[in-house]
């Protein structure tokens, strides 16, 4: 082998650099590690140092959006509750007010059928109504309701208005027709006031309760009863006949005079409930007690005369103490026949033979009260 062999062979396997080694140590350490033996496997790879912070600022970001989302969720929760929870106070405020005016047409219902009423009594009641009709008026105007809500009140303003007027209206029209003669022009013009009552309730349907139950609609508020409010339960109160009869009894009453004519009412007939039985003052009847079981008493007027107050009693007996109940019948005119409905449920004698007792209290100068009592057989079954 020549010179020039031996320094290519030694420029091919001695001159050239080992690779370096992943355990090699660093310039100044420790030394080889031969003596630990032979490694196994080929290099070991480390995860780069920055996959877990990454990491963390991942779930750290998905945390936030959960927190912020969960955030507007309680929010919107809370707004809508505090929405609601202001429809339903302003509700229950109107409510009060409407209940209030109600019970203010119940009260004149009773004063127009108070027996022996004269002018000058009817004229401070009517009077007295009309200051609480006014304050009534003017707690609706002072309520603060939701935006929505401000048309609908308005309407309710405007009903109550009505119920004013009404008011003053009768109360001035029984002062000017005390003079008057026939009592069908009283009673044409103490109608034309009352419709003003009548359309009060119109109002307050049609321009408060329809148009509110609307507004919960729309703003998608569920669980709340917009209220209503009536003052005329009855056209006894609005007919011009049936005011006409009232002002003529009011008139005979201031001066003095004691009831002239024919008056009276009577028992019509009475009917077990529900089940429609016609109870006979002959015949035994069979009635089947039940939790709804009531009775109706149909009382005629069979006078001339237009008739108030008419109490009915009802009694069946029982040991150790009867079963009574009793109603009252605001108005009847002549010929009429109008109904009451008795409660008594079924806490009855069962199997007995009972004698079911039906009173209607004689009205001012009734002379014939002979059909003013009756007493049916009759034994309850379950």
């Known amino acids: 082998m020549s010179t020039r062999d031996d320094d290519i062979l030694d420029f091919d396997f001695f001159d ?16 080889p590690r031969g003596d630990r033996g032979p490694r196994r496997g080929g290099p070991r790879f480390r995860a780069p140092g920055t996959l877990t912070p990454l990491l963390r600022l991942i779930a750290l970001i998905a945390l936030a959006i ?3 989302v969960l955030l507007v ?16 106070d302003y509700l229950s405020e109107i409510g009060a007010v409407g209940n209030a005016s109600a019970r203010l047409g119940q009260q004149l219902n009773t004063l127009l059928t108070t027996p022996g009423l004269n002018q000058e009594d ?4 009517l009077g007295g109504y009309v200051q609480t009709a006014e304050n009534q008026v003017q707690r609706a105007e002072s309520l603060d309701p939701p935006g929505p809500m401000v048309g609908p009140n308005e309407g309710a303003v405007e009903a109550l208005q009505f119920r004013v007027n009404g008011l003053r209206g009768l109360q001035t029209t029984f002062k000017q027709t005390t003079d008057e003669t026939e009592p069908s022009v009283a009673g044409e013009r103490l109608a034309v006031q009352a419709q003003r009552l009548l359309a009060s309730d119109v109002v307050w349907t049609d321009s408060f309760q329809a148009p509110a139950e609307s507004v919960l609609e729309s703003e998608g508020i569920e669980g709340l009863d917009v209220p209503s409010s009536e003052f005329v339960t009855t056209d006894d109160f609005i ?3 049936s005011l006409a009869a009232i002002w003529q009894r009011i008139q005979g009453a201031s001066t003095g005079g004691t009831p002239t004519g024919l008056h009276g009412t009577g028992i019509a007939y009475v009917k077990a409930l529900p089940s429609g039985q016609l109870l006979s003052t002959t015949t035994e009847t069979t009635i089947l007690a039940t939790n709804d079981l009531a009775f109706e008493v149909g009382v005629e007027g069979t006078g001339e005369s237009q008739e108030v107050q008419i109490k009915v009693t009802l009694t ?21 026949t109008k109904a009451v409905t008795l409660k008594v449920g079924d806490l009855v004698p069962f199997a007995e033979q009972l004698a079911l007792k039906v009173d209607v209290d004689p009205v001012a100068g009734e002379t014939n009260t002979a059909n003013n009592t009756a007493e049916y057989p009759v034994i309850f079954s379950f």
């Open 16 to 31: 050239e650099e080992a690779p370096p080694s992943w355990d090699e140590p660093e310039e100044g350490g420790p030394g």
């Open 239 to 241: 007919s011009p006949g």
């Open 66 to 68: 959960l927190i912020v």
């Open 73 to 88: 969720v309680w929010v919107e929760g809370c707004t809508s509750a505090a929405k609601r929870d202001r429809y339903q």
């Open 316 to 336: 069946i007996p029982a040991q150790p103490d009867p079963i009574v109940r009793t109603a009252i019948i605001p108005i009847i005119e002549p010929g009429e």
């Open 122 to 125: 009817l004229d401070a009641k």
